[in-house]
């Protein structure tokens, strides 16, 4: 029996995972020899053996544990050479990545246990980590992933940590964060001034005193700070927001363990595992009924809270010695990224934290926390960001190189490499200066980091937007992608799925094509681009974008678009002059086919809110409010045959205020709205005879909105697509920009720009 050798190249997560131990093991079981090595293409495998065991070995190999996976091997034979073992090779540097980056991960199982074992060399060490847990994306520099590309290269390993660093037995082999008391990362807690009050265990055990006195602590966990606070403390929480300056928006909850979640709010299985996942992210929870153990100030205004399991061994340290939630928002201000080292947070976070639990394992990049909510049994994330990002998302077929940079809300940029894409992480809002150095560092690591050179940079059609700019600043061969466009296509190729399709992409507003201001849209979406096949009425906003910030701006344009007054008592007399006169002669403000601005006014409508704080406040609160018993009733929309077709509000609103007038409660009127917006839905694809039903854009972010289009949908015997690892919101739109870019051959603008004028 004769020996045969095999070269093969494997992809996927296969680097950072103790795969290449997996594999030597495996070949020692099996009498295999060889090596294995990583590579910048992936894990490159020799293996030499009888056919039978080699047969085996290569089936097994494609199976290693998790958090590994193995998506493809590309193997080819070669002559024996006779080797006596089986090696673990030092990594390559050349070639062309097409490894995945992981993202970091929550500690496992076995790292928490050794956290937690007073014999153990690393008893209460914040920073344990192993192959199957830890940091990854936030400390990479480079790749291929090994500790000389990481942050910790600044880290020199102990006798011990090397030993489990060099033993192909040990969980540790080649974990590149590998650490341990005597040689990793130390924290430290200071003062508001930066002045070191103690280390180690005693700063941790100093925050805990510091959050237990209603004291806010920042607190540097894996991708950035959190301000965290007594999440039970009405005074501690509202002085965190004033500190923050963030009156109204919900706070993130960190919490000790799932029984202390389940005191607060009501879990489902799903909700469960995706709370306990590897990737920790905050889950949206519906609150328990009669728990008041929460600040009212934490959400206000909603019946959900946003909560999170400790995503690193710091925070479950700190938990457990607190066994009280916390808040633990972002480090930042407003929509900035978060804030990532103590020198940056004593000048950004300044006045806000009394304490700062700080650490000296570097940070690469900002990474927020990512968010996801259970929408039609199934998660819908939100946002994309730490434990998620950087994982591509594949696509299922072959796509051009190019550099997509996303829309300016909810940033996020991506690039096409082979068969998927790699979204980055959320880079928060662009238009502060944090925001647009994450905005280039994000850019500037997916090309470095893959190693690739874009065929073309593609960007949003609104010339404004600072991603724009920076595109046109490139010099690369531009594709400019319509907005609602690029959301339908984003929702597409989550799902593998490509045209035709009727996309319904609802969002707070976008550049159209034709140079207005689009958000209700109805797309038919074609092999070469897409038809507008329907939209919602337009109405005019009256102050453009200061109607976003304020419904009964959007209220007041609709109901002069309807011929009706204004409604009292919610402007001054000096403010209903002005915009009273320039409304009459059609130059209050831009018209828009928006479904967030209709939310806004019926919010308004509803007396729900005026003034909002930040952004989707009136939609959201108005979701939250509506009955927790089925309404069936809806308002009547009209279908208007035109090209394209106008989906007219009007008739609800109408209906909606006579309601309003009997003294039908907000919450029936709120219920009767969203099932409105749902029979539109379906009355449109029923119109336009298109099976697959794509729902897309911010609007359907809205658990209701899409739980009953997607029911309706089914039931009238559509197919309905939503999202689900992309997000529903901008965060999605870079995805869907490169799919319109790859699904053209020109490489110049392929859709014209609006007159800037
Ligand atoms: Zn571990
Ligand atoms: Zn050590
Ligand atoms: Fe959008």
Known sequence: MSALRVRAVLRGAVQGVGFRPFAWRLARDLGVVGFVSNTPQGVLLEAEGPEAALELFLRQVRQPPPPGRVDGVEAVYLPPVGEQSFAIRDSGTVGVATAHLLPDLAPCGACLRELLDPADRRYRYPFINCTACGPRFS????????????????????????????????????A????????????????????????????????????????????????GFHLMVDARSEEAVRRLRARKRRPDKPFALLYPDLAAVRQDCLTSPLEERLLSGADAPIVLLRRRPGSGRIATAVAPGLRELGVMLPPAPLHYLLMRELEFPVVATSGNLSEEPICTSGPEALRRLSGMADRLLVHDRPIARPIDDSVVRVVAGRPLVLRRARGMAPLPVSVGRPLRPVLAVGAHLKSTVALARGDAVVLSQHLGDLGTPEAGAAFREAVSALLSIHGQTPAAVVHDLHPDYDSTRFAEATGLPRVAVQHHHAHVLSCLAEHGLGPPALGVAWDGMGLGSDGTLWGGEFLLIEKEGFRRAAHLRTFPLPGGDQAAREPRRAALGLLHELGHPPESGLFSEAELRLLGALLKRGRAGPRTSSAGRLFDAVASLCGVRQRATYEAQAALELEHMLPEEEVIESYPVALHAANPIVVDWGPLVEALLADRTRGVPPALLAARFHNALVEAIVAVARHLGQRRVVLTGGCFQNRYLTERAVRRLKEEGYEPIWHLHVPPGDGGIALGQVLAAAATERETCALPYPDRS
């Open 139 to 174: 400390i990479l520099l480079g790749l291929p992933y090994d500790r000389e590309r990481t942050t910790m290269r600044a880290f020199r390993m102990c006798r011990q940590c090397q030993a489990e660093y060099d033993d192909p037995m040990d969980r540790r082999f080649h």
């Open 176 to 223: 590149q964060p590998n650490a341990c008391p005597a040689c990793g990362p130390t924290l430290a807690l200071w003062d508001s001034r930066g002045t070191v009050l103690c280390s180690g265990d005693a700063a941790l055990l100093g925050a805990a005193a510091a959050l237990r006195q209603g004291e806010v602590v920042a607190v540097l966990g894996v991708g």
